[in-house]
């Protein structure tokens, strides 16, 4: 699905000295290399604190801390996601409220993120999902008039810019109120191990994250809130620090995969290609993801591993069917898209060394496969 060794070839004369320079320096935790990868990374996402952590999912997790949500306090969310952003709600005894996305783009829907608002929802967390934000106009607007925290999963749409109704543009992870991203691997900007970080333009909330992330505190040994031990090491750093300028370029290379994918299969009626909600710098590509209909989806993924052509279903269970997370408020007639996204979504390959033979060698399998 990704070809992490492809591009470490391209960058290593960058990566490997950077890497050898915190081995040298032993200053592996705090390190200067985490304080410079922050300020680069607050100037090219255009927010005003970046605060790195362990990985992805305590981003969001701290990131509620630093919210001051309090166990029964309801947070909407997608059905249709990776788990991790349900699990934390969950685990700080906050009461996740799962709502159907857009058949579309893929992301929350606004008519029924509206209609799960009740007197004890405190926060929504869009998650901008496959690599293209979700309706933050609308969401920013509803979270104003109920007075509702804003946590963007920004885990697969580091980079991708969202043009709001006024033609402003900003970078997704810059939009809510608070924001959390992932450098594990595969994701757009990936370290080599795990990594996160939490975006925020509020320096109140900066300050009490900063401390959430390691172990509350603010002074050395006192310890003013219950925290966590969640940082970004320095060979991360050095690691995300090197590919930062290559960011945009990047994601470049895989909007140029996602345009010769879509070009490939416009003629087949089996396949629908991913929609844009936006212009052409409002996706990134974290996933190529297609709508096979009147197709068995899964023949079709076990005919292209046959084929020695990897390829996943993101995600295969909707979230409210997980076990951990069943709840007898929910309806089924209210997960009407996610029910059948779930059956019908296959990512192709999608990295930044995709070549024109490999692209070619991908559809030509799948469009045989269809026509049969
Ligand atoms: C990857 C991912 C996460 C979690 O990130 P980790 O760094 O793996 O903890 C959270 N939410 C979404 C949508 C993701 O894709």
New binding site residues.
Partial sequence: MVDLKGQYNNIKDVVNPAIQEVIETTAFINGPKVHEFQKNLEQYSGVKHVIPCA??????QIAMMGLGLKPGDEVITADF??A??VEVIALLNLTPVLVDVNSDDFNINIDALKNAITPKTKAIVP?H?FGQCANMDAIMEIANENNLFVIE?N??AIGATYTDKNGVKTKAGAIGHVS?T???PS?NLGCYG???AIFTNNDDLAHTIRGIVNHGMYVRYHHDVVGVNSRLDSIQAAVLDAKLPHLDTYNRKRREAANKYDNAFKAIDNIETPYRNGGDDSHVF?QYTLKIKGVDRDALAQHLNENNIPCGVYYPIPLHKQKAYLDARYNEANFKVTNQLVQEVISLPMHTELDDEQIEYITSTIIKFING
């Fill in positions: 990985n992805g999912t305590d981003a969001l996601t990776f991790a952003t998650v999902l999963d885990a697969q959390a992932s450098f594990f994701k795990d990594g996160g974290h």
